[in-house]
């Protein structure tokens, strides 16, 4: 009986040693890249979440990169996926969008979007409206109308700041009601607060499991995305009825939908703003919160941002508001924004797949199959970056030698698909600076981490206490 269990097991290792070398060799007749596609099923899916749930998930990168170059193949979240950790193959993934690659993201992300988000828009369709999202976010707009309205809500919220603040938590509250009043015009109140908390349920659900019967965190997404589109449907539905009985148009991101030639359903508005919402509640507060943790946790930067911000307001009274001119006499606070952004990497990279059999760097890559771009793999590259895994904004400036010349700093993306508010985030994260560096002292409450998954942030949200500067 012992015997014939030994040799079944022996049988079995040797099948299983054989299918692999088979298709080892199969996949490099095809002229695949080198890798693993890991355990059958789930390929090395546990792998990479168990890295980026920790504070430090290079290895889950570095490892392989060693072992078979910057572009590999591995198998995560069901499918067969390259993986790119060289910017010149990101540049021409980015580039190619809509004619060698295409957006694919999981199903979970898209079904609590919506299939009229800008995320998942193809082709002129696309075009049309990111071009539309740019040009309320450009650079003239956020001068001649935003400024004002940014440096207002970051002052309204820092108002109301007592000893103690989960510092990423108030962020999110910060970008979501600019979010808000850049697309529909409305101010902070009990209505976008209710809004926000939804969302927060919209987004935990991103990277769950998209069956609602066995997951509780996908199907409090679903109910509360639902709850998300009915807010928004009646806001959407009142003011075209304002619109069409000749009321005033406002000059938001709403009207514009609106004033569409060839028009858009009430249900197409609504995903679109759902997606924007997410895109400007998410992100831009992560890099608020890493932008203060980084310069805290080194006081050289944090001296000079100060000096910085304290010679813009002492031409200023404290009750004026900042202006588009104090935005560009704000060199090192760039320098701060440009690495924390590379540090933090609050994009990791994107997914596309190929739309045909695609070859690069001499290797094929299969029609239908998964590219990862990794930004993070090339932004904490120590041959790109100087000391690449150490926070450093005088790496930024202009006599610098620690940057790398080359074209690889991607924080926004790039291509057709470039993030469209990548400005106004700067903006708008230059604006937090100043009022905090000049408006407040702190010291963290607690040691706090960063982890990645399901997307980047601190453990405990950052807790500091404040007091106030006189």
């Not at 409090?220 to 009142?238: C, F, N, S, Y």
């Not at 100060?306 to 009274?317: G, P, Y």
């Not at 588009?324 to 540090?343: A, G, H």
């Not at 094929?364 to 904004?393: C, Q």
Request: a positive charge; one cysteine or more.
């Amino acid at each position: 009986m012992a015997f014939s269990f030994i040799l079944l097991l022996l049988l079995s290792s040797l099948a299983a040693a054989l299918l692999l070398f088979i298709r080892r060799t199969r996949y490099r007749r095809m002229g695949l890249p080198p890798g693993s596609l890991g355990y059958p099923l789930i390929g090395e899916t546990l792998q990479l979440i168990r890295a980026y749930k920790t504070e430090n998930p290079e290895p889950f990168i570095d490892e392989r990169v060693a072992q078979y170059g910057s572009v590999f193949m591995t198998h995560v979240f069901g499918e067969p996926t390259v993986f790119s950790a060289d910017a010149e193959m990101n540049r021409f993934v980015l580039q190619n969008e809509g004619k060698l690659f295409e957006g694919s993201y999981p199903a979970s992300i898209c079904n609590l979007l919506g299939k009229h988000s800008l995320v998942l828009m193809k082709g002129s369709l696309h075009k049309r409206m990111h071009s539309l999202t740019m040009s309320f976010a450009n650079s003239s707009i956020i001068k001649d109308h935003l400024m004002l309205d940014i440096d207002r809500l970051v002052r309204f919220n820092l108002d109301s700041w007592s000893s103690r603040v989960l510092l990423m938590e108030e962020a999110k509250k910060i970008t979501f009601e600019l979010t808000v009043k850049q697309l529909m015009s409305f101010d902070p109140g009990e209505w976008s607060e209710r809004l926000r908390k939804e969302y927060i349920l919209v987004i935990e659900g991103f990277f769950s499991l998209p069956l609602p019967l066995f997951s509780t965190t996908y199907r409090k997404a679903i109910k509360a995305r639902r709850k998300v589109a009915e807010a928004l449907t009646v806001v959407v539905m009142k003011r075209r009825k304002e619109e069409e009985e000749g009321a005033e148009r406002k000059k938001d991101m709403l009207a514009a939908l609106l004033a569409v030639d060839d028009g858009f359903s009430d249900e197409e508005i609504v995903d679109f703003l759902v997606a924007i919402l997410v895109a400007g509640y998410e992100t831009t507060s992560t890099i608020m919160t890493l932008a203060v943790k980084f310069v805290t946790e080194t006081p050289l930067a944090l001296a000079q941002l100060k000096e910085e911000h304290e010679k813009i307001r002492a031409m200023k009274s404290d009750s004026e508001s900042l202006e588009w001119s104090d935005y560009k006499s704000m060199p090192f606070t760039q320098c701060v924004v440009n690495e924390t952004l590379r540090i933090a990497n609050i994009i990791g990279g994107v997914f596309r797949r190929a739309m045909t059999d695609v070859q690069i760097k001499g290797y094929k890559i299969p029609k239908g199959w998964k590219v990862f771009s990794s930004f993070r793999a090339v932004h904490l590259d120590p041959n790109h970056f100087k000391d690449a895994r150490t926070f450093n904004p005088w790496r930024w400036q202009s006599n610098s030698v620690t940057t790398s010349p080359s074209n690889v700093f991607a924080p926004f993306g790039g291509g057709p698909r470039i993030c469209p508010g990548y400005e106004l985030a700067r903006v708008a994260l230059s604006v937090f600076l100043h009022r905090l560096v000049t408006g407040f002292t702190w010291v963290p409450a607690e040691q706090d981490k960063l982890v990645f998954f399901p997307t980047t942030r601190t453990q405990k949200r950052y807790p500091i206490i404040v007091k106030r500067r006189t």
